[in-house]
């Protein structure tokens, strides 16, 4: 069996594997198995998991890759992300991948979808568009109906046609990550010292490029090490980092937070894998309902969620008061429309909670956290001056 | 730069100054009029559903395009961005968010009211979701209807895509529509309106391909816009509209038997050197000085994507009588921001075709995504299918910090340096062969 340290070494590594080789050895291993790329935030990983493939989160390429191609494709006021997506597609990080698919959360994915579409890259390219229409007969059948598309995607390339047996089977193994990650984040709640955020972060973006089985055993292993004694408290102040949404903050800058003296009690860093709350029904006879269903009812605030009637700041302060946080960091990727079109809003429900916060803007490729160092350090020791 | 002379203008000009003036009276006169107030967006927007309840619309990117033509929006833009708006984002938004707490004062000095209903048609722009809600928070209480539109992501509108915005219509908006207008549905108005809004659509369209001949009767980018203006907001669906059009249509008939060249704020263009298809809003924040680098180079823009932002009729669509509500639907999965970038770079290949363009020039905004993600490959794209030396400038919609007069000018005299010794080349060639 592994040591805690050995797992987290090998979840660092395939985080920030970008040729993506774990999801490439298991397709290799069978010739029915596809790969399915997707991008930030959210898809149903469930049907593709049903469908024989792997749905493989592509985060963008950070500070790992010099981007040389990818720039000449965006001008200089378009976030970061896209350009290392289009490095990675110029070169051969994405060879083997058999589909893509771009989820309905901003203009940047969406067009990227068509430059997809216009270099041919993969057997399909799917723009996935979530209903932003929350009625289970109308928003819903929509959504179910995108469902069948990707499916009738996935099944043109490997001809496999997935089952109840077999949906039921994935929802139910997607369930279990789901848990095991909550039960990480809320042993955090009651001891942070016992696991970094950064340490949090390299377990979940692990998760994006294996197989659900691999990344639940582990994580299994991790929450069984983590009923253990580990680390000392400290007397930090307790956050959460609101706003990543899409484009990834280096590690360098959830370092620098932690480093300030601020412990990370929620985040926002991986929200596709933490999208939907609770279990999704896996003993159904109609299981593309069920994942349509949670979907609607079950989807956690996020921007690219319409969210008149259950506002996303109030949900955001319901959240840091569960944690016992004593403030918010913004922290939103630059010219990310719908990320910073959210902050004025959140900024005014956390102050009328009264929960300090702080704000910065990020590149996924930001070398310098001096300041945020800084900046973070001086709004640990405020907090816990008027505490 | 600017000129102070005053612009030139056509009877249709008058014509439409009139109807804005108006529409704004009674926007202004909303309560005592007991009509009741929309905002909506201009790309999908449901104007023939909202008329038809007796609603006056509002768009706010209208209010924002003419905040910058008045030298307001750096005011408004500074405003917002004091209430925690980043300067990374859409700068409509924030210049509709400024305008609003200085008092939401339209372009006719007169006050907007505020809405008694927000209608979300969630149409091409992912910005417009968080634009309302935004709104929403600043006025609360004011119900919201939202529609999303499916994107064209397959270049196809299915039938299910078609069923679930009907369904929608029928069962999230028009029943608030219903409710806050005190009016119920009436099919047949809706219709009839159709009927209008397709005379209308079948003028636009003739004026817009005008610009196939050599020389162009009209420019359809600078004066594209306003051409589209009544047909993309309030008045589609209405007899003035289709009147609008029947002048214009007279006009452009007049100066093509008269030979004339595009009708610009200093008179007609006198000699057509260059023949452009343009990608991208334009700026308005310095719209008169933009549009003069082009005149006085001899430039006319024969065919504009920007000018199908409320609606491409040129590849044949109409607001259809005998089924309104599909062909409400279809109209705003139609619009150009909401076809996938094959569908679009295959529009932009085709008129550089069919119009005859010498060259293709993008304007590529800062703060509008859903325009500017994917341009540069756009930009390549035609580069090698239509073999037209293409161009590339930067600027914003609304706020002036991002219009460099300077460096625009200089791009675009390199480009038409480039484009004449391009015509220099074929014409060389020509003789030779
Ligand atoms: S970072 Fe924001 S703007 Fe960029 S691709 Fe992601 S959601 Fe879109
Ligand atoms: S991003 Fe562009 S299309 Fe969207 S609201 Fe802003 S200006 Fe309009």
Redesign the pocket.
Same mark, same amino acid.
């Given at each position: 069996m592994k040591s805690l340290e050995q797992l987290l070494a090998e979840c660092e590594e395939a985080a920030f594997d970008l040729q993506f080789k774990r999801a490439k050895r298991w397709k290799a291993e069978d010739e029915t198995r596809v790969i399915v790329g997707y991008l930030p935030t959210y898809i149903p990983r469930e049907i593709i998991h049903a469908a024989n493939g792997i749905a493989v989160g592509i985060m963008g390429t950070g500070d790992r890759k010099q981007i040389i191609k990818g720039d000449a494709y965006y001008q200089s006021y378009i976030c970061h992300l896209p350009r290392g997506i289009i490095e990675m597609a110029l070169d051969t990080n994405l060879e083997g991948f058999d589909g893509f698919l771009f989820p309905a959360i901003c203009d940047c994915v969406r067009n990227l979808s068509g430059m997809f579409k216009l270099s041919n890259k993969g057997k399909f390219q799917r723009y996935f568009d979530y209903p932003q229409n929350f009625s289970a007969h109308i928003g819903g059948k929509f959504y179910i109906q995108e469902l069948e598309k990707v499916l009738e995607d996935i099944f043109n390339v490997n001809g496999v046609r997935v089952t109840t047996e077999s949906l039921n089977h994935s929802i139910g193994l997607y369930n279990t990550n789901r848990q095991l990650i909550e039960a990480i984040y809320d042993i955090r709640e009651a001891s942070p010292w016992k696991l970094s955020a950064v340490e949090t972060y390299y377990l979940l973006r692990a998760g994006l490029g294996m197989p659900v089985e691999e990344h639940n055993e582990i994580l299994e292993q991790v929450v069984g090490y983590l009923q253990n004694e580990r680390g000392e408290p400290m007397d930090n102040t307790r956050v959460v980092v609101s706003g990543s949404f899409c484009e990834q903050p280096p590690i360098g800058l959830i370092k620098s937070i932690e480093l300030a003296g601020c412990y990370i009690v929620d985040d926002d860093f991986m929200l596709g894998s933490r999208f939907i709350i609770g279990d999704i029904d896996h003993h159904t006879d109609n299981p593309l309902s069920a994942l349509s269903e949670a979907y609607i009812h079950q989807s956690t605030f996020s921007s690219a969620y319409y969210d008149v009637g259950n506002p996303k700041g109030k949900r955001l302060v319901a959240l840091a008061q569960r944690r016992m946080a004593d403030g918010i960091i913004f922290c939103a990727a630059s010219f990310c429309d719908p990320a910073l079109l959210d902050r004025p809003e959140l900024q005014k429900e956390a102050d009328a909670a009264g929960l300090p916060h702080i704000n910065f803007q990020f590149h996924e490729n930001t070398g310098q956290f001096k300041i945020i160092k800084e900046q973070a350090g001086t709004f640990s020791d405020s907090i816990k001056l008027w505490a | 730069m600017s000129s102070h002379k005053e612009a030139i203008k056509e009877n249709s000009m008058i014509i439409q100054k009139e109807m804005l003036a108006k529409q704004f009276k009674d926007l202004s006169m909303a309560k005592e009029l007991g009509k009741k107030v929309v905002y909506t967006f201009v790309p999908g927007n449901l104007t023939e559903l909202i008329l038809s309840f007796d609603m006056l619309p509002v768009y706010p990117?209208i209010n924002a395009l003419q905040s910058g033509m008045r030298k307001k929006s750096a005011e408004y833009i500074r405003d917002a961005e004091k209430i925690g708006f980043s300067e990374d984002v @859409?700068t409509?938004?924030k210049c509709d968010i400024g305008m609003m707490l200085n008092g939401n004062i339209g372009p006719t000095g007169e006050k907007i009211p505020p809405p008694d209903l927000l209608l979300l048609s969630y149409t091409g @722009?992912f #910005?417009?979701l968080k634009?309302f809600e935004n709104l929403e928070r600043l006025y609360p209480g004011v119900p919201v209807a939202m529609l999303h539109t499916p994107y064209q992501e397959d270049g196809v509108m299915t039938e299910d895509q078609i069923n679930y915005m009907v369904k929608q219509m029928k069962e999230e908006v028009i029943p608030k529509m219903e409710m806050v207008s005190g009016q119920k549905y009436d099919h047949a108005r809706l219709s009839k309106m159709m009927e209008n809004s397709a005379k209308a659509e079948d003028l636009l369209v003739k004026i817009l391909e005008s610009a196939k001949l050599v020389p162009s009767p009209i420019d359809a980018y600078f004066a594209g816009v306003y051409y589209i203006g009544p047909i993309f907001t309030a008045f589609r669906g209405t007899q003035e509209a289709v009147d609008y059009y029947t002048e214009l249509w007279n006009e452009v008939q007049q100066r093509i038997e008269l030979g004339l060249g595009p009708v610009t704020p200093e008179g007609e263009i006198k000699e057509e050197k260059f023949r452009l298809v343009v990608e991208g809003p334009p700026n308005w924040t310095n719209f008169r000085e933009f549009w003069k680098i082009f005149y006085d180079m001899g430039a006319v823009i024969v065919a504009s994507s920007y000018t199908k932002v409320g609606g491409v009729y040129d590849l044949g669509f109409r607001h259809d009588p005998k089924e309104p509500l599909e062909s409400l639907s279809k109209y705003c999965m139609g619009v150009y #921001?909401n076809m996938n970038l094959p569908q679009r770079v295959e529009m932009l290949e085709n008129y550089v075709k069919e119009y005859k363009a010498d060259g293709f020039l993008i304007n590529s905004i800062k =703060? @509008?995504? =859903?325009?500017s993600a994917g341009q540069l490959m756009i930009m390549r794209e035609i580069e090698q299918r239509a073999s037209v030396p293409v161009g590339f400038i930067e600027s914003d919609?609304v706020d002036p910090r991002y219009f460099s007069y300077s460096n625009i000018k200089n791009r675009l005299e390199s480009y038409f340096q480039m484009l004449e010794q391009r015509k220099i080349i074929l014409k060389q060639e020509a003789t030779t062969i």
């Open positions: - | 990117e @859409c409509y938004v @722009c #910005t417009f634009w #921001t =703060s @509008c995504n =859903s325009f919609l």
